[in-house]
C-alpha cells in the first residue's frame, strides 16, 4: 500500500480531533506522527512475538554451550580402564609406558565401557603400528627411542621381542643405539665407527629410567681426548695436537662433534 | 548573565554530569576487575613441551575421532607441524599425516640443524580476534575462557578463518560453518581430558585450569620457559609453549 493511499483513509478535515485542540499542529507533523506511531507499534509487536531465544543473547549462549556439551564422548579415559583391566594397569604402571593412556594404542574405548561384552577395542599387533611412535624420524627428540623399521628384525611382529605393556629398557652399552640411532648411524661412518660408547660415556643405570634426569658423561678435560690426540700419544693413525695451545679454554667436544668429527661441519 | 555566572553554571552542570558518570565508570572497572581475577571459576589453559612431541600424530587422530572433524588431510581442529632448519637458516614447514610415518625426508640428514615437531591448536586467546569480528556473534567466549562456536547462528561467512591469527578455524564442508578447537568442552565439562591430552603419549600437552594453585598445568607453567605464539597481537593465548624454537611462527 503507497502512503498515498494510507493518508487518504484518514478522518477528512473538520472531523479530526486536532481540528478542536487549541494549538492547531500542522499537517506535515501529524503525518510524521503517525508514521512513528505505527512504527514503534511494529517493532513492540514484533518484539513480543519473536521467541525468547532469539532476543536473549545469554539464553543463546546457553542452549550453544548446552549442544557442545551434549557431543558424544568417543575416549573413555584411563581412569576408567582400571577399574575391570586391573593386571594391565599394574603391569603398566612401573614401565616406560607408564604414561600411555590405554587409549593411545587401543583407540576410543567409550563404546566398550558402555558395553564390555560385545564391543571389544583393537590390540594392534601388526608390525607397522608401533613405529608410529618408534621409527627413527631425525626430529624426534633426542634419546627417544627409536629404531629403522627396515631393518631392525625384519618382518617380525614388535610383540614377539617387547612386552607393550612393560617394554624393557635396554642393557648398556652394547644396545644404546636403541635410543640413539641417530648417534649410531652418524658413528659408524666417522673415524670413531670402532669405538664403543662407553669409551667415553659412563652411563649411570638411573638413565635408563630417567633417562632425562640423569645422564651420561661425557669427557670433561682435555687431556682425554689428547690420549690419543695428543701430540705425546704414542697411537698411530689418529691426528695430532697440543693440548696446551690449541683450543683455549674449550673442551675438545665443544668444538668438534666426536660422533662425526670435522666431516660433520664441513 | 554575565561571564561569571556562565563560568559558575557551566562548571556545577559538568561537575553534576560527571560525578555520576565516574561512579558509574568506576562500578563497571571492578565488575570486570572481579571477571578477570577474583572469579572462582575455572580459567583453562594447555601447555605443550615442544622438546617432549615425537609427532605420532596420535592427537590428531584422536581429536578428529572424537570431535567428527572429516577425515581429509585438511581439515584440522589441532595439528602438528614439523619444523626442519637447515646448515643455511632456510626453515621449512612440513604438514605430518595422522596415520602415516612422519619421516618424509625432504631434506637430508646432513643438512639439518635442527628439527622437531610443534603441536598446534586453537590458542583459545584470552582476547580472541574471531569473536570480536563475527557479525552475528555465533562465536563467543565461555564463562571458563573457552572460544566456542554456535553452530546454529553462524552463517558461514569466514571472517573469523581469516582473522584468526593462528589459522585455527576451517569452515565445516558438511555442516558449513566455522569449526575450531573447543578445549574438548564436552569433556572437560564433565571432568575428563581433552582427547589429544589424554591419548598424548609422551605428555607433550598438559591441560588444566590457570587459576589452579596446585595442578599438572600450573606446575608445568611453573617450572618451564614459557613462550606463546605471536605474543605481540596481544590475544593473550592460553595454550603456552614451553622450549619453543624462534623460528616458530
Request: net charge positive; glycine share 4%; charged share 25%.
Given at each position: 500500500?503507497?502512503?498515498?493511499?494510507?493518508?487518504?483513509?484518514?478522518?477528512?478535515?473538520?472531523?479530526?480531533?486536532?481540528?478542536?485542540?487549541?494549538?492547531?499542529?500542522?499537517?506535515?507533523?501529524?503525518?510524521?506522527?503517525?508514521?512513528?506511531?505505527?512504527?514503534?507499534?511494529?517493532?513492540?509487536?514484533?518484539?513480543?512475538?519473536?521467541?525468547?531465544?532469539?532476543?536473549?543473547?545469554?539464553?543463546?549462549?546457553?542452549?550453544?554451550?548446552?549442544?557442545?556439551?551434549?557431543?558424544?564422548?568417543?575416549?573413555?579415559?584411563?581412569?576408567?580402564?582400571?577399574?575391570?583391566?586391573?593386571?594391565?594397569?599394574?603391569?603398566?604402571?612401573?614401565?616406560?609406558?607408564?604414561?600411555?593412556?590405554?587409549?593411545?594404542?587401543?583407540?576410543?574405548?567409550?563404546?566398550?565401557?558402555?558395553?564390555?561384552?560385545?564391543?571389544?577395542?583393537?590390540?594392534?599387533?601388526?608390525?607397522?603400528?608401533?613405529?608410529?611412535?618408534?621409527?627413527y624420524n631425525e626430529s624426534r627428540p633426542k634419546g627417544?627411542?627409536?629404531?629403522?623399521?627396515?631393518?631392525?628384525?625384519?618382518?617380525?611382529?614388535?610383540?614377539?621381542?617387547?612386552?607393550?605393556?612393560?617394554?624393557?629398557?635396554?642393557?648398556?652399552?652394547?644396545?644404546?643405539?636403541?635410543?640413539?640411532?641417530g648417534i649410531?648411524r652418524t658413528?659408524?661412518?666417522?673415524?670413531?665407527?670402532?669405538?664403543?660408547?662407553?669409551?667415553?660415556?659412563?652411563?649411570?643405570?638411573?638413565?635408563?629410567?630417567?633417562?632425562?634426569?640423569?645422564?651420561?658423561?661425557?669427557?670433561?678435560?682435555?687431556?682425554?681426548?689428547?690420549?690419543?690426540?695428543?701430540?705425546?700419544?704414542?697411537?698411530?693413525?689418529?691426528?695430532?695436537?697440543?693440548?696446551?695451545?690449541?683450543?683455549?679454554?674449550?673442551?675438545?667436544w665443544q668444538c668438534h662433534y666426536p660422533h662425526m668429527p670435522e666431516v660433520h661441519h664441513e | 548573565?554575565?561571564?561569571?555566572?556562565?563560568?559558575?553554571?557551566?562548571?556545577?552542570?559538568?561537575?553534576?554530569?560527571?560525578?555520576?558518570?565516574?561512579?558509574?565508570?568506576?562500578?563497571?572497572?571492578?565488575?570486570?576487575?572481579?571477571?578477570?581475577?577474583?572469579?572462582?571459576?575455572?580459567?583453562?589453559?594447555?601447555?605443550?613441551?615442544v622438546d617432549?612431541c615425537?609427532g605420532?600424530?596420535?592427537?590428531?587422530?584422536?581429536?578428529?575421532?572424537?570431535?567428527?572433524?572429516?577425515?581429509?588431510?585438511?581439515?584440522?581442529?589441532?595439528?602438528?607441524e614439523r619444523y626442519i632448519i637447515t646448515r643455511d637458516n632456510e626453515v621449512e614447514i612440513q604438514?605430518?599425516?595422522?596415520?602415516?610415518?612422519p619421516a618424509s625426508e625432504a631434506v637430508t640428514e646432513k643438512e639439518i640443524l635442527r628439527s622437531f615437531f610443534v603441536?598446534?591448536?586453537?590458542?583459545?586467546?584470552?582476547?580472541?580476534?574471531?569473536?570480536?569480528?563475527?557479525?552475528?556473534?555465533?562465536?563467543?567466549?565461555?564463562?571458563?575462557?573457552?572460544?566456542?562456536?554456535?553452530?546454529?547462528?553462524?552463517?558461514?561467512?569466514?571472517?573469523?578463518?581469516?582473522?584468526?591469527?593462528?589459522?585455527?578455524?576451517?569452515?565445516?564442508?558438511?555442516?558449513?560453518?566455522?569449526?575450531?578447537?573447543?578445549?574438548?568442552?564436552?569433556?572437560?565439562?564433565?571432568?575428563?581430558?581433552?582427547?589429544?591430552?589424554?591419548?598424548?603419549?609422551?605428555?607433550?600437552?598438559?591441560?588444566?585450569?590457570?587459576?589452579?594453585?596446585?595442578?599438572?598445568?600450573?606446575?608445568?607453567?611453573?617450572?618451564?620457559?614459557?613462550?606463546?605464539?605471536?605474543?605481540?597481537?596481544?590475544?593473550?593465548?592460553?595454550?603456552?609453549?614451553?622450549n619453543l624454537d624462534g623460528e616458530v611462527k
Amino acid at each position: 500500500m503507497q502512503l498515498k493511499d494510507l493518508f487518504s483513509k484518514l478522518p477528512s478535515k473538520g472531523t479530526r480531533p486536532m481540528d478542536k485542540m487549541p494549538i492547531k499542529l500542522p499537517d506535515a507533523l501529524l503525518r510524521l506522527g503517525v508514521v512513528v506511531v505505527a512504527l514503534v507499534a511494529a517493532i513492540a509487536i514484533a518484539l513480543a512475538l519473536l521467541p525468547a531465544s532469539l532476543k536473549d543473547r545469554k539464553l543463546q549462549r546457553a542452549v550453544a554451550i548446552e549442544r557442545v556439551q551434549a557431543t558424544t564422548i568417543m575416549y573413555a579415559g584411563a581412569s576408567q580402564c582400571a577399574d575391570c583391566h586391573e593386571t594391565e594397569v599394574n603391569t603398566k604402571k612401573d614401565g616406560y609406558h607408564r604414561n600411555v593412556s590405554c587409549e593411545t594404542c587401543h583407540g576410543p574405548a567409550k563404546d566398550h565401557t558402555e558395553n564390555p561384552v560385545d564391543i571389544k577395542p583393537p590390540a594392534p599387533r601388526d608390525r607397522r603400528f608401533c613405529p608410529t611412535c618408534h621409527a627413527y624420524n631425525e626430529s624426534r627428540p633426542k634419546g627417544f627411542p627409536q629404531i629403522n623399521p627396515i631393518t631392525h628384525n625384519p618382518m617380525k611382529a614388535c610383540i614377539t621381542c617387547h612386552k607393550p605393556h612393560d617394554p624393557k629398557p635396554p642393557t648398556v652399552p652394547g644396545e644404546c643405539t636403541a635410543c640413539h640411532a641417530g648417534i649410531e648411524r652418524t658413528k659408524s661412518v666417522s673415524p670413531h665407527a670402532l669405538l664403543e660408547c662407553a669409551t667415553c660415556h659412563t652411563t649411570p643405570e638411573q638413565h635408563k629410567v630417567t633417562p632425562r634426569n640423569i645422564r651420561p658423561s661425557k669427557p670433561s678435560a682435555r687431556e682425554f681426548c689428547a690420549q690419543c690426540h695428543g701430540k705425546e700419544s704414542k697411537t698411530e693413525g689418529p691426528p695430532k695436537i697440543d693440548v696446551a695451545t690449541h683450543g683455549e679454554k674449550y673442551l675438545c667436544w665443544q668444538c668438534h662433534y666426536p660422533h662425526m668429527p670435522e666431516v660433520h661441519h664441513e | 548573565m554575565n561571564r561569571r555566572l556562565f563560568l559558575q553554571r557551566i562548571t556545577s552542570f559538568l561537575l553534576a554530569l560527571g560525578v555520576p558518570a565516574g561512579l558509574l565508570g568506576a562500578k563497571r572497572a571492578a565488575a570486570s576487575a572481579k571477571h578477570e581475577k577474583g572469579s572462582d571459576k575455572p580459567w583453562y589453559g594447555m601447555t605443550v613441551d615442544v622438546d617432549k612431541c615425537i609427532g605420532c600424530a596420535r592427537c590428531m587422530d584422536a581429536c578428529k575421532t572424537e570431535n567428527d572433524v572429516p577425515r581429509e588431510p585438511f581439515y584440522f581442529r589441532t595439528w602438528v607441524e614439523r619444523y626442519i632448519i637447515t646448515r643455511d637458516n632456510e626453515v621449512e614447514i612440513q604438514s605430518i599425516g595422522t596415520l602415516t610415518n612422519p619421516a618424509s625426508e625432504a631434506v637430508t640428514e646432513k643438512e639439518i640443524l635442527r628439527s622437531f615437531f610443534v603441536p598446534k591448536l586453537c590458542n583459545q586467546c584470552a582476547h580472541p580476534p574471531c569473536v570480536q569480528v563475527c557479525p552475528v556473534g555465533a562465536t563467543f567466549q565461555t564463562e571458563d575462557g573457552v572460544v566456542l562456536v554456535d553452530d546454529e547462528r553462524c552463517i558461514g561467512c569466514r571472517y573469523c578463518i581469516q582473522a584468526c591469527p593462528y589459522g585455527a578455524r576451517y569452515l565445516h564442508p558438511e555442516k558449513n560453518v566455522a569449526d575450531k578447537c573447543t578445549f574438548c568442552y564436552h569433556r572437560i565439562s564433565k571432568g575428563l581430558l581433552p582427547a589429544c591430552v589424554e591419548v598424548c603419549p609422551t605428555q607433550t600437552r598438559v591441560f588444566g585450569d590457570t587459576r589452579s594453585q596446585a595442578s599438572p598445568l600450573t606446575r608445568t607453567r611453573h617450572m618451564s620457559k614459557i613462550h606463546v605464539l605471536k605474543p605481540h597481537l596481544n590475544t593473550e593465548p592460553k595454550v603456552y609453549y614451553a622450549n619453543l624454537d624462534g623460528e616458530v611462527k
